[in-house]
């Protein structure tokens, strides 16, 4: 008996009993774009599982700037602290989700300087699906954050005109400009070496954005160089619609000036991504 096993063992494998082996069941289907993004951004929810610590800028910056703004500048800056906050909820909304976004360039440049990107890219699955299934799994993040602002505004007293449909059409407005701005901080995340420097250049652009606008004062209060730099930032215009829908007003306009220039972000930075991806070593 060991004998005969030993002998079958030894006995070479040839090519006609391998091909009968692989061949004898059906061969899995392979995966669709769809279903290998989502599996990624099924995995960019498992890291924050095992790393919550990644929503402390979901959970802690936007509480602490809206206490921070209400309570220190409000007085001064609207004659009362309710009726600033009034102005500052929504503005505080869109500075939340835009400032989110930068995660997604340092998250994704910490997996390529490990190696993990190298491993995705020898998968046999539609190419961009990392990027896009990372970016996927952010508006999770995205909602979150605006979940825990409103909330927050809620019980400090601020009360939405607009009602429940004006606030989920602002959150939807905000999830499709940050979804857009995220391939910003994808392509850095490609360029970059470090997690530092991709973090250190998100903020130097960042910091203008959502400062020089009209997140916090009105720019009527504003020099009128700055006024005219104020109104061609896409943040005011963000942050003038998101006002608008939970005010319970439809500015049409601004609206379409939003979703012109995030389908703008998405169709430069988009394939520039893609081409950086491509082509990294």
Known sequence: ??????????????????????LA?????????????????????????????QLVDVTM????????????????????????????????LVQANVMITMNTGITLNTDIQKGVFDRFRSLPVWRPSPL?????GDLVRYSI???????????????????????VLSVALLLVFSFCLSWLWTMLSLILRTPNSVAGVSMMVMFPLTFVSNIFVDPKTMPGWMQAVVEVNP???????????????????????????????????????????????
């Open 132 to 136: 896009v299934g990372a970016l996927l």
């Open 61 to 92: 910056f936007p509480i602490m700037f809206t206490l921070m703004f209400t309570y220190l500048f409000g007085g001064a800056l609207a004659g009362s602290t309710q009726e600033y906050l009034q102005f500052l909820l929504p503005g505080i």
């Open 235 to 281: 943040i005011t215009h963000l942050a003038t619609v998101v006002r608008g829908l939970m005010d319970g007003s439809v500015p049409a306009g601004e609206i379409g000036w939003v979703l012109v220039s995030s389908v703008l972000l998405a169709a430069v930075f988009g394939p520039i991504t893609m081409v950086l991806y491509r082509n990294k070593k």
């Open 145 to 167: 954050g605006s979940a825990i602002v409103i909330t927050l505004g809620l019980v400090l007293g601020f009360r939405p005109e607009g009602g429940a449909v004006g606030v």
């Open 1 to 22: 008996m060991n004998a005969t096993s030993a002998e079958q063992a030894s006995a070479p494998v040839t090519e006609d009993a391998l091909r009968s082996v692989l």
């Open 25 to 53: 069941g059906e061969r899995p289907s392979r995966p669709g774009p769809v279903r290998t993004s989502l599996t990624f951004g099924w995995r960019a929810l498992l890291k924050i599982k095992h790393v919550p610590e």
